[in-house]
């Protein structure tokens, strides 16, 4: 299956490509996230986090049934993605964006999926943290490397 949506090409990092929030999209982004569980070891997702930010009212209708859409599919799959994704990472796109809010959607990502998820301060840490929440060893050699939160 070709991948439109998400890169492997550094797995076990998996990159998620940012994207118009559409339902073609999403149902996309659902049914390479299917063939991912089904088919590949476990893995971490690098999301891009430049439209985490985004709000647009007139896409509000759309919003809500991809949403809808991504809570009936995690419904179904919940265990296995929890099982396979060791950590979701959230990477500083640029030094303006407001780090508050990322901070806010890094723990509302963590809390709904109960998986680990983590802010990448700076890009030359991405190997250290992916190492970590696969590994779950917080031992490594970077002052910007820390584990944020302990999940229940």
Not at 109 to 115: F, G, N, P, R
Not at 129 to 140: I, Q
Request: proline share 5%; hydrophobic share 35%; with cysteine.
């Amino acid at each position: 299956m070709p991948f439109k949506l998400l890169s492997l090409e550094d797995f076990p990092n998996v990159t998620m490509s940012d994207f118009d929030i559409t339902l073609e999209n999403t149902q996309i982004w659902l049914a390479e996230i299917d063939h991912l569980l089904t088919n590949y070891q476990d893995f971490v997702l690098v999301y891009t986090a430049t439209r985490l930010c985004e709000t647009d009212p007139q896409d509000q209708i759309t919003s809500k049934q991809c949403r809808q859409l991504v809570a009936q599919w995690f419904h179904k799959q919940r265990d296995l993605l929890k099982q396979k994704c060791r950590g979701v990472i959230l990477p500083i796109q640029n030094e303006t964006e407001d780090l508050t809010i990322l901070e806010v959607y890094r723990e509302e990502i963590e809390s709904y999926y109960k998986i680990p998820t983590e802010v990448l301060y700076h890009p030359e840490d991405l190997p250290l943290l992916a190492h970590a929440l696969m590994n779950d060893c917080w031992e490594a050699h970077s002052t910007h490397l820390y584990k944020a939160s302990e999940i229940s």
